[in-house]
């Protein structure tokens, strides 16, 4: 990479923060709030995202997600709160002052320049020298397989070329903190997973804390760090993707990553019973109430054969009917009447189904047991 | 972190004192045309209102007791029939116009759009001037008319209320052709289909379907033509020869001829409140319909 | 061919004759009366005639050789530039504020500035007049273009306005995200592509301040009189024919601005 000590940002004027690798920058978030009229896009947001992560903010529209992306890019002033890039306040600063990369839903690349003066736009604007300017954006070209397209008008590009324009765009210049607002949504399937990955490659090569916002949750567990889930104003939960899959704290968080089917269980004296039968969990749980419910993945079930493992959980139910879908099958069982879960297993060409109607014995692992307590939103 | 031992909420009154600051420099971009505005256009009208209501001896009505002579009466009927006039002769010829051009090809719309826009953008002087050269005595139109022996004496047309009508119909019908046309492009043509296969003959259909979607471009563009019409000055002058005494052309002698500051101003109080008052209407009408169309 | 059907619900072209018929006549009502001035102004007789008698420049010399009728042309061109210029920076200034704000204000600022737009002109006139009589603006350069400015930013405000909506703000953002002050990426990014709005609104400013003849009628005396001015008395006295000949130049220049308003418009 090129001189990284090198002050390319108007705002270098705070201590350089030297932690792990290039210029990057722990982001702190405290206390942000910010409403519209009786509307609370933000409330009370709190988050700490370090050095070099690639942190994404995962919710549904209207979640608040893109807001406080907007905070961290100075485009929305939150009504208080506070935001630190390493140990500098930034929330008073304008935007061009924060020294970051930003890269957009619909691109926002300039129509009106070529590939390489939409490039050269921000290194321009910090009076880098011509031949250093064309030096540079051929090298961010290469970076994004673009190489010798900077003649090209902006129309004459596919929309994954578009997309690896603003991405070379938004780190050209060396930002310490790139903001990415859901940017591989306007592309097809296949181009979407292929991106994902350049995506994070690119954010492996500079090392740059990255904030990544998309209501995609596959995209979200595929490429980040950490996971913060935001649902109205407020974040949910912070977690790697496999502990926030494994270990919801919400049921929005549960409900919202993959797909989740709920048991309602009684607690008492710290102890949860399933239809009046007991739940082994892996640890004490988090809340004494009453009710509470259990929560489970169709692919953590077994139908088994006989009775509990010592590290299992069982119940019965009653076939209803099994789906084929190739790479695995889906059997529709109700328990106790009328809740119907969903158990999800590997196809084997051997394997003999149990006839709809027949009752089978489910069992999953303590370790994959969770019980959350009711709330009142859902 | 010994900073953090806010009462406060962190930052907010710098963040609120960087909202303002904010609002107010985007405000003041629009501080030269405001000034411009203001001072050329509120603060002036202001001052006819003042005027209207205060002459020597202080307060009184009688700028706006004048209003009832005849006279007045008959120029505040004049205006008001050209103006109903007019536009009824824009719906005649517009609607059916704006119709056909919004169902023409791309090319032939356009075309037609160009012989809209032309008039657009002429000077209005110039159609006026173009007006009397065919309308008056020995203009064109009487020429031909005798040449072909359909008439044997010359027809009055220019310098009186047919003149000014046909000119003001020339000049107002683009006001009402580009809202109405804008209107019928977003119309869906499948409406009609589906009245057809309802059973709704096409010209059941187009009374019935197409008309009402496109009442806000026709309400539109009858206001703006209304409007205009109450209001104008410079075609009725020419074209009218001095018979037609529109509204503002009384304003304008009360002012330039008699030097009366007191009727100019109350003149020109009742038309602005004319004008406000029907456009406000329509505003409100339009308003109460978009929300019960649920827009 | 006529027994095709136009429409959708199977009106054949027959069915619509009337219409097409009424349609024609419509746009030649539009069209024909402006365009016969053209041939009609190289008639050599003082009563206009089509087509006419004997062909001649004469008309075209008699504009040409008239101090007054040169003097009010100067005057005329030199207001709507004024004008262009003046209208189209405040009234791009104050569309691009309020486009952006929040301000709850703004919402009525943009309806007191197309105010102009509503207000019959003669009633702006009077006050214009009333306004100009005491600082002495009336009848000079300045008080024409600072008048015919305040009719013609509402027209500039509504076409750039309309482009700055069509206009992808995250672009400007993105700019400033990239280090770009705020004025500089409204120079370098918005404004490069809403210039043709912004040109389509200096034109319309332009023609509004060359063809306005009320306000100048009751400000503009004397050696400020405008060319619109002059015509409009010398109709009302007598048709002098020499108006053929401005008219046509007129209507020569209409239409070579109004073939620029369709290519800035194609270009959007």
């Known amino acids: 990479m090129h001189d990284v000590n090198k002050s390319t940002g108007p705002v270098s004027t705070g201590p350089d923060v030297a932690s792990g690798r290039g210029r990057a920058l722990p982001i702190s978030v405290k206390s942000l709030t910010k409403t519209y009229g009786a509307f609370n896009a933000l409330n009370n947001v709190s988050i700490d995202i370090r050095s070099g992560e690639f942190m994404t903010l995962l919710g549904p529209s209207g979640s608040g997600k893109t807001t406080l992306l907007m905070v961290l890019a100075g485009f929305v002033r939150p009504d208080s709160g506070s935001v630190l890039f390493g140990d500098d306040e930034v929330l008073l600063l304008p935007p061009h002052k924060r020294d970051i990369g930003m890269v957009f839903q619909n691109y926002a690349l300039f129509p009106h320049m070529t590939v390489a003066e939409n490039l050269a736009y921000p290194l321009k604007l910090r009076s880098i020298g011509k031949s250093e300017r064309q030096d540079r954006v051929n090298r961010a070209l290469d970076l994004v397989q673009l190489g010798g397209l900077g003649d090209r008008g902006i129309d004459a590009l596919s929309g994954g070329q578009r997309q690896r324009v603003a991405l070379a765009r938004a780190v050209i210049f060396e930002p310490r903190i790139l903001l990415m607002d859901e940017p591989l949504s306007a592309l097809d399937k296949n181009l979407r997973e292929q991106m994902q990955f350049e995506v994070r490659a690119l954010h492996d090569r500079l090392g740059i804390t990255t904030v990544y916002v998309t209501h995609d949750q596959r995209e979200a567990l595929t490429m980040s760090d950490r996971i913060a889930v935001i649902n109205d104003g407020q974040i949910q939960q912070v977690d790697p993707p496999q502990r926030l899959y494994e270990r919801p704290k919400t049921f929005f968080v549960a409900s919202f990553i993959g797909e989740t089917y709920r048991l309602p269980v009684d607690v008492t004296n710290g102890t949860a019973s399933l239809f009046g039968q007991p739940i082994k969990t892996g640890g ?83 370790q994959d047991t969770v019980i959350l307590p009711e709330d009142d939103q859902t | 972190m010994t900073a953090t031992e806010h009462t406060e909420p962190l930052n907010k009154q710098a963040l609120k004192r960087q909202a303002r600051t904010q609002q107010r420099n985007e405000l003041s971009l629009s501080l030269p045309a405001f000034i411009l505005v203001g001072s050329l256009v509120l603060v002036p009208i202001g001052w006819l209102f003042w005027l209207s209501i205060y002459g020597a001896d202080g307060f009184t009505a009688e700028n706006y007791i004048r209003l009832l002579h005849p006279s007045y009466k008959k120029t505040l009927i004049t205006t008001f029939e050209l103006a109903f006039l007019v536009t009824g002769l824009c719906i005649l010829l517009g609607y059916p116009l704006a119709y056909l051009a919004s169902q023409l090809k791309p090319r032939m719309a356009s075309l037609v759009l160009l012989c809209v826009l032309f008039p657009f953008w002429t000077s209005l002087l110039v159609r006026t001037y173009a007006w009397l050269v065919l309308l008056q005595r020995r203009g064109l139109i009487n020429t031909w008319l005798m040449d072909m022996g359909l008439i044997d004496a010359p027809l009055k047309l220019a310098h009186n209320f047919t003149g000014t009508t046909i000119g003001m119909v020339h000049i107002m019908l683009p006001f009402f052709v580009l809202p109405l046309y804008a209107s019928m492009k977003t119309v869906d043509l499948s409406l009609l289909k589906a009245a057809a296969n309802l059973g709704a003959s096409p010209v059941k259909a187009f009374w019935q379907i197409y008309v009402p979607l496109t009442l806000s471009g026709l309400g539109a563009g009858v206001i703006l033509v209304f409007v205009l019409s109450l209001g104008f000055y410079v075609t009725p002058a020419l074209l009218g020869g001095g018979r037609v005494m529109m509204w503002a052309m009384q304003i304008e002698r009360s002012m330039a001829v008699y030097a009366d500051w007191g009727a100019a101003s109350a003149l020109g109080v009742v038309l602005l409140v004319m004008t406000l008052g029907i456009l406000w209407a329509f505003a409100r009408l339009t308003g109460a319909m978009s929300s019960v169309e649920g827009k | 061919m006529w027994n095709k059907p136009a429409t959708d619900t199977q009106v054949t072209h027959l069915q619509r004759l009337w219409l097409y018929i009424l349609c024609t006549l419509v746009l030649l009502f539009l069209v024909m009366p402006t365009l016969l001035v053209i041939p009609m102004s190289f008639s050599d007789s003082r009563y206009l005639s089509f087509p006419p008698e004997s062909w001649s420049l004469r008309w075209y010399r008699a ?153 100048a009628l009751l400000i503009a005396g004397g050696d400020k009189a405008t060319l619109t001015r002059r015509m409009f008395l010398a109709l009302r006295d007598e048709i002098d024919p020499t108006i053929a000949a401005i008219s046509t130049l007129l209507i020569v220049f209409s239409i070579v601005m109004l073939a620029l308003s369709q290519f800035l418009q194609s270009k959007k």
């Open chain 1, 284 to 366: 004490p749980l988090e809340s004494t109430a009453l009710q509470q419910a259990l929560i489970l993945r169709p692919e953590m079930l077994q139908i088994a054969d006989g009775g509990p493992g010592p590290d299992e959980n069982q119940m019965t139910g009653t076939l209803r009917q099994t789906v084929f879908q190739g790479d695995s099958i889906v059997s529709y069982i109700s328990i106790h009447g009328d809740h119907e879960i969903a158990v999800r297993s590997q196809h084997r060409s051997n394997q003999t189904l149990p006839v709809p109607g027949s009752q089978v014995r489910l069992s999953w692992l303590i």
């Open chain 3, 63 to 215: 504009y040409f050789s008239s101090a007054e009728w040169l003097q009010a042309t100067a005057v005329s061109f030199k207001v709507a530039f004024l004008t262009m210029i003046l209208a189209t920076t405040t009234g791009t200034l104050a569309s691009y504020g309020l486009h952006t704000t929040r301000a709850r204000l703004g919402k009525y600022m943009m309806v007191l500035l197309t105010m102009p737009m509503i207000i019959p002109v003669i009633l702006l006139a009077v006050g214009i007049f009333l306004t100009f009589a005491p600082v002495g603006l009336n009848s000079t350069i300045g008080g024409l273009v600072l008048a015919h400015t305040v009719l013609a930013i509402p027209l500039v405000m509504i076409t750039v306005t309309a482009g700055l909506k069509n206009f992808d703000i995250n672009q400007e953002m993105v700019a400033r995200s990239m280090g770009a002050s705020r004025p500089w990426a409204f120079l370098t990014v918005t404004l490069p592509q809403i210039r043709n709005s912004v040109l389509s609104g200096a034109l319309l400013a332009f023609i509004i301040s060359l063809d306005e003849v009320v306000i």
